[in-house]
Each structure stands twice: as C-alpha cells, then as structure tokens.
C-alpha cells in the first residue's frame, strides 16, 4: 500500500520534472533557433541588395549594352575580381541576355563560368525579366554550395542588357554551426536538406520526394547531378512538442527535440535539433534524486518514529518501575513505622517496668533500712520502759542513747536519698588530690579495717590541682573504697590508688583484688538502686551518687576490670591548670 503510494508520487514527479525539464528545453531551442536565424537572414540580407548596387555601375552597363572586344572582357574580367574580393563574396559574373556568361571574377580558373550558360537558372530568368533573382544551389561547374542573387543590368534606355549575379557560399556559417552541441538543418522550399550540421543529412528529403518535386529540382539544376534521397526520419508529437528520430553519420538513430521556423525571403525552413537523451536523463537523475530523498526520508522518519516508540516504552516502563518502587517503599515505610511504633511501645513499656523494678528496689531497700531501726528503736523504747518501772535508769538511759543513734542511721539514709535528688549549683575549687584520698582514707579506716583491707597509695606527688568539691570528692573516694572492701568481702586484700595527668585531665583509680564487674552488669552498676548486695546489705545508690558528683565536677566515672583480675575504678577529673588561662 505504502510502496504504491510511493511508486504513484515518484510516476507523478516524474511527469512533473519531465513536462518542466522539456518545456525549458523547448524554450532554449526555440531562442537557439530564433539566432540562428537571425545570424542566417542577416548574413543573406549584406549581399542582398549589392546586385541591384552593382548592375547601376558605368562599367557594368557600358559593358553590358555595347560588349567589346577580348581586350575589354579581359579589363571586366579583372575588374569583376578586384570587386568580387572588396564585397567578399564568392563568385562575381556578368551575363548577356542569351544566358551566356560573358565576365566572371573566377575567369582564371579551371571552373571558370565565362562562356557557361546560366538559362537553367530561376535567378536568371527572374533577373533577366525585371525582377530581382534570388536562388540556392550546388555551384554546376563547381559543385559548391552557394546562394545566388542576381538583378537586370539596363541601358541608359532602360532596356535590360543582360545580368549581374554574385553567388556566396555556406560553408563558413555551417562549420559555424558545429560548435554547438544541438543540430542545425536548412531545408529548401521543396524541403531537401542542403545545410547540415550533420553532413549524411545533406540533399536529403524531408518531405516526401514527390514527382513535381523531383522535377522541379532537375529543372533548375538546384544540386546538379547529386542524387537525393528521403532523409528516414521519424516524427512524433509529444504535448505540442515535435519529436523527430534520426541516424546520424555513426548509423545511431536519436531522439531529438525539433523546433523549425520558415525564412520567407529565401523560402528556406531553418529546423534546430536537440538531442533529447541529455535532456532524458536530466529528468532520470532529477527522479532518481527525488526517489532517494523521498527513500531517505522515509527511512528517516521511520527511525524517528521507532525512536520515538523506543522513547515512549522506555518512560512508560521507568513510570512503571517507579510506580513499583514508590510502592515497595511506601511498604516498607508502613513496616518501618510499625516495627517503630512497636519498639516505642516496648521501650515505653520498658520505662515503665524500669521505673516499677528500680521504686520496688528502692522500696524494699527503704523499708528495711527504716524498718529496722524502727523495730530496733522500739524493742530499746520497750525496754527503757520496763528499765525505768524498775528504776534501773542507767540502763535505761544507754536504750535511749542506741535509740539516738538509730535515728541518727535514719537520718542519714534521708540524707543519702537527699543527695540523689540534689541539683549540681556548688561552684567548684581548686583542690589537692592528695588531700582528698587523705581525708577519704581518714573516713573509711574503720570500715576497710574491719574487712581487713589494706590500701596501698601510690599517687604520684607532682600532680595537678583538680577541680571539686572537698567534701563530695571525699564522699565519692570513700564509696568506692567501702564498694572495693565489700567486693573483697571478709577475705581481705590489697586496694592500690593511683592517679596520673595528662595535662588536662587527673584520673584517679581504684582497683580491688575482687571478683570484678561481671560484663552482664556492667551497664547498669551505676544505675540508682541497682545492687547485687542482699537487702539490709547495700541501698544501690553509691555508685550512682558518685557517677553524678564526678559528672558534676566536669568530669567521668568508669569501670573496668583488671586484666589480671579485680574492678578498676577511674574518676576522671579536670585539672585545675586547665581553667587558668580563662580566669586570667
Ligand atoms: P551497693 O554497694 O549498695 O550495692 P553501689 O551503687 O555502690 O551500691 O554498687 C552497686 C553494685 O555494683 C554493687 O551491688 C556491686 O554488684 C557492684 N560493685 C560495686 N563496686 C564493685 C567492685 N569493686 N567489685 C565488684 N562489683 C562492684
């Protein structure tokens, strides 16, 4: 469908590019044609009237009315000569009414016309009877081609005395001719071919070479004795267009494109003939050109629009593949926030259990740190009661005094749970290490004694002040000293202290020969009220007051175990040179 689509639009331009290639073929021949004629009439129309100026000469006429002897012929001779080269024209001769030349410029030559007969001739007889001859033909003696014009010679009487002809040759506008690429033939009025661009062509009919025609032509001699014969065209007519199929002198027979135009002075038909090959393949190449721009196009335009389709799957596949992946992720977001809904919830609820584990810790470690001495306190009470009934009052008064003191104990486990709820506003001071670990080691004598602990201080002497509280740096010392004793339970051992600097900083340690953070706990030891201890034994909260103060104090609480056994504890203080620079 589309390939006959295509073949109609190329038959289509095909006969567009014909029709216009012709048409301007048609326009040139006819303008080629067009000069040539001109150039023709013009070059006839210069010798045209020179018989008529010639036969009014005085020597023509006084030799024509009274012709003389062979010494005045011989002086006409010449004088015919000397003329015949001045007008340029071929041949220059006088004749006498009789038809007899009697002067002529060739008079020394072997073909000379003085003495020939010229009566044959329709230039002659037209001459001879007023009127101004006019002929082409083949030169009898000479046998070149010439047209002649010839006009009646009068007396001073008006009587005519005879001719004067001049005959010019063709040779020289048809050699002209060739150097063009098209034909040109020139036909006479019975349509024989004498001007050829082609020589095979001449003296050849055109038309057809009917009886009158041929006798006419014998009559007068036109081509003397040459035998004529059809020329063997054919003709066509091609939208008004004149085709015409000849055999050139290489025996090919060509097409060509004939425009022919009538000379009505001379009665000659001047055709002009171009070769329609070239012109044929014009239009060839210029189809061809069309068929392979309509081919490129097409082929273009084909991948263009598979390009195009290539471009519109590949987007609708990328939409696709979008489409999938926004949905896998809005999935997978949807779990996300499930599996973090779930995991709030379970921390929340986490919190909570914390928070209900760390009061139920902190409850029983309460009620019985208060209980206990309550009981105690009231079984003294009690006693001091039945004391007193009985007047023992010494006795009575040493109840009162371990009542006292059991308050004291309640009053500092108040105080204790004071210190986990205080706010870190104490300023700091510039505070000697040593001092600290002295006063620490003071505190705690009775207590690492009665677990039979010995300390071992090995705090280097040149370090730094760091920044503190006194007191609370004490507290914290002492904390981990009694943690070491208990940790070392009854067994006793060695605690060592030492400390080291690296300029900013002070790091205290603690190590014990214990047992060791087990790793299972290690996150949470300094949690409030966490505690491995049995209830009665340890409130869980020394560590994590301690953790706070040495927070407090711009600094760190960590632990670890030794590698050859025992917890270490590092309190991490700022050394007190590091604030210098700002307080100066
Ligand atoms: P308490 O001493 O009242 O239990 P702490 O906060 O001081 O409370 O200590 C918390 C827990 O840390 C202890 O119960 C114990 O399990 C652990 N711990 C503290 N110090 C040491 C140590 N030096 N060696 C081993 N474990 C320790």
Not at 291 to 306: F, R, T
Not at 418 to 445: I, M
Request: glycine fraction near 8%; charge should be neutral; proline fraction near 4%.
């Amino acid at each position: 469908m589309g390939a006959a689509l295509c073949l109609a639009l190329v038959f289509a331009v095909e006969r567009l590019v014909r029709a216009s290639t012709f048409m301007e073929a048609q326009e040139t021949a006819e303008n080629t044609l067009r000069q040539t004629v001109y150039a023709l009439e013009g070059h006839l129309r210069r010798y045209e009237v020179l018989p008529a100026l010639l036969a009014r000469q005085v020597e023509v006429r006084s030799f024509l009315a009274t012709p003389p002897g062979s010494a005045g012929i011989e002086q006409m001779n010449l004088w015919l000569k000397h003329t015949n080269r001045v007008i340029e024209s071929s041949d220059l001769y006088l004749i006498a009414p009789d038809g007899t030349t009697l002067a002529a410029s060739n008079f020394d030559q072997s073909d000379s016309f003085v003495g020939q007969n010229f009566t044959y001739r329709p230039y002659f007889t037209t001459a001879i009877a007023g009127g101004s001859g006019q002929f082409f033909g083949l030169g009898t003696t000479s046998g070149v081609r010439g047209y002649y014009f010839a006009s009646p010679v009068r007396d001073w009487a008006g009587r005519i005395v005879g001719v004067v002809a001049l005959k010019i040759g063709v040779d020289d506008l048809e050699t002209g001719w060739l150097a063009s690429t098209h034909h040109t033939l020139v036909t006479d009025p019975d349509g024989i071919v004498f001007m050829a661009t082609d020589p095979v062509w001449r003296y050849r009919g055109l038309l057809p070479l009917t009886p009158d025609r041929i006798a006419r032509t014998k009559t007068s001699r036109r081509y003397a004795d040459t035998p004529l014969y059809p020329l063997g065209q054919r003709e066509s007519a091609d939208n008004g267009r004149s085709l015409v199929t000849l055999a050139g002198s290489d025996g090919i027979a060509r097409e060509y494109l004939a425009v022919n135009r009538e000379m009505p002075g001379a009665g000659w038909t001047v055709r002009v003939l171009f070769d329609t090959g070239p012109i044929r393949a014009q239009v060839r190449l210029a189809v061809a050109a069309f068929a392979l721009l309509l081919g490129i196009g097409l082929s273009l335009g084909w991948a263009l629009w598979q390009r195009r389709a290539r471009l519109a799957e590949r987007i609708a596949l990328q939409a696709r593949a979008q489409a999938e992946l926004e949905r896998q992720v809005a999935e997978r977001t949807a779990d996300l926030r499930h599996a973090n809904d779930e995991l709030h919830r379970m921390q929340a609820d986490m919190i909570q259990a914390g928070k209900l584990a760390a009061l139920g810790r902190m409850s029983a470690a309460l009620s019985h740190e208060i209980n206990q001495p309550l009981a105690a306190a009231r079984n003294y009470a009690d006693s001091a009661a039945l004391l007193i009934e009985r007047g023992d009052l010494p006795r009575a008064s040493d109840n009162i005094a371990q009542i006292l003191s059991l308050i004291d104990r309640m009053a500092t486990i108040a105080r204790h749970l004071r210190n986990v709820a205080r706010k870190p506003n104490e300023p700091l001071k510039t505070l000697s290490l040593h001092d600290a670990v002295t006063d620490a080691l003071q505190v705690a004598e009775t207590r690492l004694r009665a677990s039979n602990v010995e300390v071992r201080n090995k705090l280097p002497k040149d370090l730094p002040m760091v920044l503190g509280g006194p007191v609370r740096l004490q507290q914290v010392i002492v904390n981990l000293l009694s943690n070491a004793a208990d940790a070392m339970d009854s067994t006793g051992g060695e605690v060592e202290l030492a400390a080291a600097s690296d300029g900013d900083t002070v790091t205290l340690t603690v190590r014990d020969h214990g047992p060791g953070v087990a790793p299972a706990i290690v996150d949470r030891i300094f949690d409030p009220f966490f505690t491995t201890k049995t209830v009665g034994s340890g409130l869980g909260l020394g560590l994590s007051i301690s953790y706070n103060i040495v927070k407090d104090f711009g600094g760190d609480l960590r632990v670890a175990n030794h590698p050859d056994g025992g917890a270490v504890f590092s309190v991490i203080l700022q050394a007190a040179k590091a604030l210098q620079p700002a307080a100066q």
